[in-house]
């Protein structure tokens, strides 16, 4: 939807990326740029307020009930901030209602595609210290929150390819908002566990409520950043 | 490189001393009144004429009360009313030297009784000269006779005090029968002849079992059943006793300590601190306590009233009309007082808190100054208050108030617990030179360490967060009693950081190992859940060692002795004839089953029956002590044979001989480990080998790569094998093998290695790394140069630097309210790491590899 007004600019801009690993951010015309960002910037710091003080009464129905809104909350803003990935070999003659038919498309196939991962990522949640045998409910609620986060705009943003995801393993990818976004969730869950052991006997203690809203906190931040950063050519 | 060496050699030993001026201030000998209570001239008469002190070493507050238990008569005992039951709240160190101290001087332990506890020889702790309740007897008009039998810990606390006795070592864990019957056999004639005054039985046959099996083992019911039967034929000698003799006989049953949900001890968790306590006695029926027995299992173990073991003393003290001890800090208790007339009531909790406020007027020179010190702020209110109710009980018409023993109570309550916080005086300015001197010298090393080291500037940036991170958790409780999950959070990131550099040189294979490395730690993590929080909680170690997962356990273990024997085969014994080979690699691995085999069955762990009968079973601790001599003997014949082979040979293989050195180093680990964490070493074996496939890839791994990792191994492997910061922990089954008298240097050997195994195996592998990555990297430094410049260094660094933390920590949270149960644990356990892991193995035998293997 976007893309049908932007296409003025999309002809003075070049298309075809100027680095061959990935497409490089581009400005969202629809709305002024820092509103988009704003608001994204705002929608996930509301999100985990509420949902840090819902969780630990009950974590598993919380995660579940709030994942259809996450989808939502993300699929929009992804509509609205990211562009579709153009495939390389085809980027001139593309027409403007099947560029906006891409987008849409691109956003539904990656998060089919994020949803369809969330087993992948319990394993590495297994492999970081996660509880095998219990909790695997809230685990693998988890692990669907996280990819929503983390994996959702990147799949929307990066094309799926060998070279440009081993460069996202690397830091060496271009710093956008989904891509900064994504590494601070990251962080920001493997940070959540932290307080987890400790002896407070807090009720928000127990698994997996701090790396949820670890992971919450950091994806924000991480959007901040890369909100101030984006353009930059590449991360590290 | 050689003025690293030189630093290094500088450093170390400088930095010992600071941390003995430390130890000196931090853990000094507690001021103990020498000399004898006062005769009181006007004592409450005696109830009990004969005191039979029966102590059953671990023996928790369950494994009597609860409707679990097998030891019915006790419990009818207190049906009948006949018997006092309590759960006695021992104070940490929970070993038994210490609470033996507690129940007979009535004073806090020192915490460096704990250590003294495991070094037997010492004799500096005995207690020639303390009063206590057992000399009380001996100070009588006409001396008491005492007698003693079980452990030898009362023989060297009291020496030449007993008439007659006999002495069991406590430290043959395997052994349940033995300990007990040495006890038992004396009753018949001693209840016979009946001539003594105090008899003490210590009996340790459920502590073994608990240290072996857990409170739950199948043993323990069948020995808990045996103890009732001991207090039924005491009980039955007191009734006989006080109808022809006339004289009234005290039984008191306890436990020293109790035990942790895997049946250790030495913490201060609910398990470990709550033992058995009960007095019996004809006599008590006319009390009427109404109680019930058995009660329902509970979680905390709190059985009927909880009062402190320290109470003990004054009880017995005041039972049999002796004056209290000078330095007993116990309050009669009041279940007891019921024997006596009001006004009598009044004058024993009188002479009590008399006694106690001496203490007091000495612990805190005057009661009517301010105290300045730290630990007078602490107690500054409740000193306010105890001075108010020492006011009170001085007044002339006090007996006539409306409750003497209310106030007595109060005050005796309030005193005893400001001064069991306020048990030690630091030597403060001892602590701050040494602590002076760590923080200078561990500044120094970290610098060096950050400046000085081959560059690479990620792996120092990991290595100084991490260091600096690490040093900060030490500061608070939690993260000390759970240090595991720091060590296994860092490897996670720690993996994912080499995980991403692997990404950056596009090396497939390097991420694939990484991946693989990431799945061995997350088994390791949940090998043995160790800490405070989720101690006990179901692990790997305890699927393993239950009754339907024998089978597997035995085939991970075999697996292991396979491994060893491939090794052994291929890098020792490469040179010689398939024949000869085969036998020389055999030998030592089946020596080494069957010792284990043996060990397994004398233990009572559950053994496949077709694994039992191929190996040649004899049970009994000769058995064993040969079958390890036979291990040990054959290790040393591999390393004779190999040394000599090496040094024979015509090829130059320049790591052939560490290698094979290696190899048979791990056979010696294995035999210092208990059955159940054999399976570990498959899981280091894989670290080992994909580490060193790591190496080989010089794009990834740098030499200061290679060191942290060893750095982060060493921690996990310590941690998955069970230990933790809490002495509870410490294993001493594995400490005897092959030693068949207690000597301080092999037996601390030993222990020492059955509890660094992990840390020992990956010094080895991390020094044999790095002679890898040099050859794949083609580097031009030798192979010494990098071991002592980035290896040391960094390793010596990071170990001067919680070392600093620690004593900091020790230092500032002195009147932390943990700071014997958690702070103080781990500074041992520091002592431990810097002193023997960096010290001796990693500095003193890393060298030793490396130089070695540029010789030959």
């Not at chain 1, 509420?50 to 989808?71: E, F, N, Q, R, T």
């Amino acid at each position: 939807m976007a893309r049908i007004k932007s296409t003025p600019r999309q002809i003075a801009t070049p298309s075809a990326p100027t680095s061959a690993t990935a497409v490089p951010y581009k400005p969202n015309t629809l709305f002024p740029e820092n509103v988009i960002t704003s608001s994204a910037l705002l929608a996930f710091p509301i999100v985990t307020v509420i949902l840090s003080s819902l969780l630990p009464s009950d974590p598993v129905k919380i995660l579940g009930y709030s994942l259809p809104a996450v989808a939502l909350i993300q699929a929009v803003n992804i509509l609205f901030t990211n562009p579709a990935p153009e495939p390389v070999a085809k980027s001139s003659g593309n027409k403007k209602k099947k560029q906006a038919k891409n987008t849409v498309s691109t956003t539904i196939l990656g998060l089919v595609l994020s949803m369809l991962l969330t087993p992948f990522i319990h394993l590495i949640y297994v492999l970081f210290g996660a509880p095998v045998t219990v909790s695997i409910p809230a685990t693998f609620l988890l692990s669907a929150h996280t990819a929503l986060l983390a994996l959702f705009p990147i799949l929307c943003t990066y094309p799926l390819d060998g070279v440009t995801w081993t460069n996202l393993v690397a830091l060496k990818a271009p710093v956008t908002p989904a891509y900064t976004a994504a590494l601070g969730t990251i962080a920001g869950a493997w940070l959540g566990a932290v307080p987890i052991p400790l002896d407070w006997d807090r009720e928000w203690q127990i698994w997996p409520v701090t790396v949820v809203f670890g992971a919450y906190v950091g994806n924000a931040l991480g959007r901040l950043v890369g909100a101030v950063f984006s353009g930059k050519e590449k991360m590290l | 490189m050689i003025p690293h060496a030189l630093i290094i050699a500088f450093l170390l030993p400088l930095e010992s001393l600071g941390l003995l001026f430390f130890a000196r201030g931090f853990f000094p000998y507690k001021p103990v009144f020498h000399g004898y209570a006062p005769i009181e001239s006007d004592t409450p008469p005696a109830v009990s004429d004969k005191v039979i002190f029966m102590v059953v070493d671990a023996l928790r507050s369950d494994f009597v009360f609860s409707n679990e238990s097998s030891m019915r008569f006790t419990q009818s005992l207190i049906s009948s009313g006949n018997a006092l039951p309590f759960t006695a709240r021992a104070a940490p160190p929970t070993v038994t030297l210490p609470r033996i101290k507690g129940v007979t001087t009535g004073s806090v332990s020192n915490f460096l009784d704990a250590v003294l506890n495991i070094a037997e020889s010492d004799s500096s702790s005995s207690l020639v000269g303390q009063d206590s309740w057992l000399i009380e007897f001996k100070r009588r008009h006409v001396p008491g006779k005492l007698v003693m039998f079980g452990d030898d810990t009362w023989l060297k606390l009291f020496p030449g005090i007993f008439d007659r006795y006999d002495g069991t070592s406590s430290f043959f864990v395997s052994d349940f029968t033995e300990v007990d019957n040495n006890v038992t056999r004396h009753l018949d004639t001693e209840l016979k002849t009946s001539d003594w005054d105090v008899m003490i039985l210590h009996y340790l046959g459920v502590d073994h079992i608990g240290h072996k099996g857990g409170p739950y083992s199948p043993f323990m019911p069948d020995k808990l059943k045996e103890m009732d039967q001991i207090v039924e034929m005491l009980y039955e000698y007191a009734e006989k006793a006080q109808e022809t003799e006339g004289k009234s006989t005290l039984l008191v049953l306890c436990g020293d300590h109790g035990m942790n949900e895997i049946g250790n001890h030495g913490g201060s968790s609910a398990g470990e601190t709550a033992a058995a306590l009960l007095f019996a006695s004809p006599l008590f029926s006319k009390l009427g306590s109404g109680l019930r027995a058995p009660l329902n299992a509970t979680d905390n173990y709190e059985y009927y009233n909880v009062i402190e073991q320290v109470d003990i003393v004054p009880s017995i003290s005041g039972l049999v009309g002796n004056p209290f001890p000078m330095n007993n800090i116990g309050v009669f208790v009041p279940e007891l007082l019921r024997f006596w007339s009001r006004s009598d009531q009044i004058k024993l909790l009188r002479q009590n808190a008399e006694q106690m406020y001496r203490i007091l007027k000495e612990t805190f020179t005057s009661m009517d100054m301010p105290v300045s010190d730290a630990q007078g702020l602490l107690a500054g209110n409740d000193i306010d208050k105890i001075r108010g109710l020492w006011d009170q009980i001085g007044q002339p018409y006090f007996d006539e108030t409306d409750d003497p023993v209310e106030t007595l109570y109060a005050f005796l309550r309030l005193s005893q617990n400001v001064l069991s916080r306020t048990s030690s005086n630091y030597d403060i300015s001892s602590m701050v030179i040494g602590l002076c001197l760590v923080f200078w010298l561990s500044s120094l090393a970290f610098r060096r360490a950050l400046f000085s080291t081959s560059a690479d500037f990620v792996t120092k940036a990991v290595f100084a967060v991490g260091t600096t991170i690490y040093a900060i958790s030490i500061f608070g409780s939690s993260l000390v009693e759970e240090e595991h999950y720091f060590w296994y959070w860092s490897a996670s990131a720690w993996l994912m950081t080499q995980f991403i550099l692997s990404a950056r040189v596009k090396s497939t294979t390097a991420g694939l190992i990484l991946i693989s490395l990431l799945g061995v730690l997350s088994i390791l993590r949940h090998y043995h859940h160790t800490g405070q929080k989720y101690a006990g909680s179901y692990d790997i170690a305890q699927f393993l060692s239950s009754d339907i997962a024998a089978g597997l356990l035995w085939v991970l273990i075999l697996l292991e002795h396979l491994l060893i024997f491939k090794n052994l085969h291929f890098y020792v014994f490469a040179d010689v004839s398939p024949l000869i080979a085969f036998v020389c690699s055999f030998t030592p691995v089946i020596s080494l089953f069957s010792f284990k085999m043996s060990m397994a069955l004398e233990a009572g762990e559950k053994v496949p029956p077709v694994l039992a009968a191929i190996t040649p079973t004899s049970t009994g601790a000769d058995q064993l002590l040969n079958r390890a001599k036979t291990s040990f003997l054959s290790i040393v014949i591999c390393m004779v044979f190999h040394t000599l082979s090496t040094v024979w040979s015509t090829k130059r293989d320049q790591f052939k001989f560490v290698r094979g050195a290696f190899h048979i180093a791990v056979l010696f680990l294995v035999v210092q480990t208990s059955s159940v964490n054999i399976p570990i070493f498959l899981l280091y074996e894989a670290i080992r080998s994909l580490s060193w496939r790591l190496a080989a890839d010089s794009r990834v791994t740098t030499p200061l790569a290679v060191v942290l990792s060893t750095l982060i191994w060493q921690r996990v492997s310590f941690f998955a094998a069970g230990n933790s910061n809490s002495l509870a922990t410490v294993d001493l089954s594995n400490a005897y093998n092959g030693v068949s008298g207690y000597s301080v240097i092999p037996v601390g050997i030993l222990a020492f290695v059955s509890n660094f195994a992990g840390p020992i195996f990956f010094t080895l592998s991390g020094t044999l790394q790095l002679s890898i990555w040099k050859t794949s990297s083609k580097s031009t430094r030798s192979v010494e140069d990098i071991f002592i410049v980035d290896f040391l260094s960094l390793i010596h660094a990071f170990h001067a630097v919680s070392l600093l933390a620690v004593m900091g920590a020790c230092m500032v949270l002195r009147s932390h309210l943990f700071i014997w149960t958690v702070f103080s644990p781990k500074l041992l356990y520091t002592v431990g790491w810097f002193l023997l892991q960096q010290g001796a193995v990693d500095t003193i035998i890393g060298l030793f590899i490396v130089v070695v293997s540029d010789l030959l």
